[in-house]
């Protein structure tokens, strides 16, 4: 158990519907980082965030937005939601921003958009 | 920029027979380096990491990893692997400094047979 808890496990939903994933860090970690695990596209970064404040953005779409609360869980928001958003999604937290750390990933949250 | 590649995307091996799975990476900056394995329906767990020091790593259930910088290399090695060892194996590079995030290669699949 790495301590990152993801939720939900699974999610099926409509095209054009709005989900909102949820992970709560390891207890101390103030980074927390969110993934999106595709067949094609692999293991791509969406963005990160540090003590509530963005700090590294990758390929996140316009649709997904994301948020960390003052209790430093972070919510990942996915709108208009297409047949392409169906993946695999990480929440992963840290103790530290940047280098010499490592990151600790959750279970994950499986969407299936149909 | 930093990028991963991974030169298989699947190796199946006998039960009891050595491994190595390769991983190649590029950046304009120092890097720290990880080895990830996810079972089936799991999440992410680290294997072992390079930030310093002796470039021969050793991690979790028997793997180890070389640091070559001359041929900015990071491959993963085990001398005998077991059915359990079955999974996907990602290396990482996480960048220095404003590079917060960890960037994956697209993983290679052991498949261990008896």
């Known amino acids: 158990d790495s301590g990152v808890t993801q939720t939900p496990k699974h999610l099926i939903t409509a095209t054009g519907q709005r989900v909102t994933l949820r992970c709560s860090p390891r207890?101390?970690?103030?980074?927390v980082y969110w993934y999106q695990q595709s067949l094609d596209q692999g293991l791509q970064f969406l963005i990160q965030y540090y003590n509530g404040e963005e700090r590294a953005k990758g390929n996140i779409l316009e649709r997904f937005s994301a948020q960390q609360f003052p209790d430093l869980h972070s919510e990942l928001n996915l709108s208009s939601l297409e047949l392409g958003d169906s993946a695999l999604y990480f929440c992963?937290?840290?103790?530290?921003?940047?280098?010499?750390?490592?990151?600790?990933f959750g279970q994950g949250t499986r969407l299936t958009v149909v | 920029a930093q990028s991963v590649t991974q030169l298989d995307s699947q190796v199946p091996v006998f039960e009891e027979a050595p491994v190595e799975l390769r991983c190649n990476y590029s950046?304009?900056?120092?890097?720290?380096l990880f080895w990830y394995v996810q079972y089936p329906n799991q999440g992410l767990q680290l294997l072992l990491k390079y930030l310093s020091g002796s470039t021969l790593v050793k991690g979790i259930n028997g793997f180890e990893a070389e640091f070559n910088k001359s041929q900015t290399s990071f491959h993963l090695r085990k001398p005998s692997v077991h059915i359990s060892d079955t999974a996907e194996y990602f290396c990482a590079v996480w960048g220095g400094g404003s590079n917060y995030k960890l960037t994956f290669g697209k993983g290679t699949l052991l498949t261990v047979n008896p």
């Open positions: 950046s304009s900056v120092s890097v720290y």
């Open positions: 992963a937290s840290s103790v530290l921003q940047g280098q010499n750390t490592e990151a600790f």
């Open positions: 207890s101390g970690d103030l980074s």
